[in-house]
């Protein structure tokens, strides 16, 4: 098991550029989630994915991002355009879903994104 | 979700057990308390979660009160390694499913 995997894991762009972050959560899970850590505001709920479908993204804080997952193998955040405040480690996290049992997050090393 | 409140920091001599505590007195009784750990930069670790009896794995035991208003994370024998932030995290089953990280407890095992 190779765990969550995330790419890249190190960005640097630059101002109105586009950023794609990439997560392979673990085979067998079904459900994905996208957090945001700072220093400021620590680690902060994105979105969050059930079998495919985003299932709440209140914390998703601009029309500027946006997150998909086409599949249950593959899923994206994607900033356009990135703005300096952007800057921070993204993780992704992967469960299994289970409404009767505890449900436990695994967490992919993260991607420091840096918008200069 | 139930809220938590834990210490912003604590110290603990290597070697020596590590209790970290948590409150949730808003805790609802289908709602799971979860641990997990943050060290330096790397992705969150699950440690371990409970419902309402005390529980205990390879890296720690949770001591859940019996009102389940709080609880205690021990970390039987801190290592250096065990420096760390850790979360407590209060969560049902249903409803939003969110998990929410709060502050956390920022662990130092001092040599």
């Known amino acids: 098991d190779a765990g969550v995997i995330q790419s890249p894991r190190h960005e640097v762009t630059e101002m109105g550029q586009e950023v794609t972050l990439r997560c392979k959560p673990i085979?067998?899970?079904?459900?994905l989630f996208w957090y945001r850590q700072t220093m400021m505001r620590g680690l902060e709920l994105l979105i969050y994915f059930n079998n495919n479908v985003p299932i709440d993204d209140s914390g998703m804080p601009e029309d500027r991002f946006s997150a998909k997952m086409p599949n249950a193998s593959f899923s994206t955040l994607k900033i356009q355009p990135s703005e300096p405040r952007d800057s921070a480690v993204y993780f992704c996290?992967?469960?299994?879903?289970?409404?009767?049992?505890?449900?436990?997050?695994?967490f992919g090393a993260g991607s420091r994104l840096t918008v200069l | 979700d139930a809220k938590t409140t834990q210490p912003p920091s604590m110290d603990c001599a290597e070697g020596r057990a590590a209790n970290l505590p948590c409150n949730h007195s808003?805790?609802?009784?289908?709602?799971?308390v979860y641990w997990y750990r943050q060290i330096h930069s790397q992705g969150p670790q699950y440690i371990i979660h409970g419902l309402k009896n005390n529980e205990t794995n390879e890296m720690a035991s949770l001591i859940i009160t019996e009102d389940r208003k709080s609880s205690t994370l021990i970390l039987p024998h801190a290592t250096l390694r065990d420096t760390a932030v850790y979360y407590c995290i209060v969560r049902g089953l249903s409803g939003t499913y969110k998990y929410i990280f709060g502050t956390g407890t920022r662990l130092k095992v001092l040599a």
């Open positions: 085979s067998g899970h079904n459900s």
């Open positions: 808003t805790i609802s009784g289908n709602e799971y």
């Open positions: 996290a992967s469960s299994s879903y289970s409404v009767s049992g505890a449900n436990v997050l695994t």
